[in-house]
């Protein structure tokens, strides 16, 4: 696997920082509209997470002006919004679609793992473990 580098760095957790951020507004708002009630807690609690995510993944951004241009590029709406779009079903799938998503969330985490390095890369290690021991108890795609 091809180790992580800065620029690479950067754009990986500014895409993580925004789709946590996403995630967590999306869910928020499922969490009270009273459209499902069964799932307002988990939406909720989720939503807080993937808050708090979002903020550990902007922290992992290094700050440098030679590195502006990439966190700009790196910002992609059009995958973005592919991966909302699978959020856009009817209230009583909302669980199951959320449990796709973050199933696709966790497997890239754990393929991105595998290329930061134990030494250099070892806070953003540590984030990637949090967030997956985070989203253990998330909602089972079935």
Do not use: Y
């Not at 307002?40 to 002006?65: C, F, K, V």
């Not at 890369?121 to 989203?135: C, F, G, K, M, Y």
């Amino acid at each position: 696997m091809v180790p992580l580098t800065t620029e690479g760095g950067a754009h990986e957790f500014t895409q993580l920082a925004e789709l946590c951020e996403a995630l967590a507004r999306r869910l928020g708002g499922w969490s009270t509209d009273g459209t499902d009630p069964s799932s307002a807690g988990t939406m909720s609690s989720l939503s807080a997470r993937l808050t708090e995510h979002a903020g550990w993944w902007q922290d992992r951004i290094p700050e440098s002006e030679l590195l502006e241009g990439i966190c700009e590029e790196a910002s992609d709406p059009t995958r973005l919004d592919a991966v909302l779009a699978m959020l856009d079903v009817a209230p009583p799938s909302r669980v199951a679609a959320v449990a796709l998503v973050l199933d696709g969330l966790i497997a890239h985490l754990v393929g991105l793992a595998g290329r930061l390095s134990s030494v250099g890369d070892a806070p953003a290690r540590r984030v990637v473990r949090l967030v997956l021991a985070d989203l253990e108890d998330r909602p089972q795609s079935r």
